[in-house]
């Protein structure tokens, strides 16, 4: 078995025993294809609760900090994340993820950048619309809702695929693109109100 399903099983017990999560929409999911999975950031445990819940292997973009960390980089290497330069454009990271897309992989994105401090979504940096209008890959929307508190309710929802093929000749089509996936994510958010 491998460090990342051993993983991905591990968290999984954790994640239905202290936040009975449940997940909403997985039929929503592209069975095949490169998929951008872009989800709200609320907690540190959001990619291990993004990668256990979707129904394929995701690979996430983590801040380059945490692969100078000996023990922790051989671990999220084998969990299938790539590092990226936060604040900067990071051209190795943009290809890395163009590349896994390529290849029909999924690569999980937090359009925010960083966790929201109040809980409410952010305003949306353009990586996620990036890998969309630049490859083939469909946007998956992803909504965290509720609280990792031990015992408290935790939903993850999965929305259908945002269509941005009418942007992908526009001028400003990455703005447009990143307000209409942060739109749909809202959109879920807004659903368990």
């Known amino acids: 078995m491998s460090l990342y399903a051993v993983g991905r099983s591990l968290f999984y017990t954790y994640f239905k025993l202290f936040n009975r999560v449940e997940a909403i929409g997985i039929e929503n999911v592209p069975k095949e294809g ?3 999975a872009c989800s709200n950031h609320i907690s540190a445990l959001d ?5 256990t819940m979707f129904p394929r292997k995701v690979h996430f973009m983590a801040k380059a900090e945490l692969f100078t960390i000996p023990i922790l980089k051989s671990i999220i290497k084998a969990m299938g994340a790539f590092p990226v330069r936060r604040g900067m454009g990071d051209k190795q990271a943009l290809r890395t993820g ?4 390529g290849e029909q992989k999924v690569i999980g ?3 925010e950048g960083t ?8 305003k949306g940096l353009a990586g996620s619309a990036f890998f969309a209008l630049k490859s083939e890959a469909k946007v998956v929307p992803c909504a965290i809702v ?8 935790l939903k993850i929802y999965f929305g259908e695929p945002v269509d941005l093929e009418d942007l992908k000749d526009q001028k ?3 703005q447009l693109a990143t307000d209409r ?4 994510i809202q959109q879920l958010i807004d659903q368990d109100a």
């Open 34 to 36: 490169g998929i951008v």
């Open 47 to 51: 990619p291990p609760l993004l990668g």
């Open 98 to 101: 163009l590349q896994m897309v």
């Open 109 to 111: 994105i937090f359009p």
């Open 115 to 122: 966790r929201s401090k109040d809980g409410k979504l952010q």
């Open 146 to 153: 509720g609280s990792y508190a031990p015992f408290k309710k």
């Open 172 to 174: 400003g089509a990455t």
């Open 181 to 184: 996936i942060m739109l749909h």
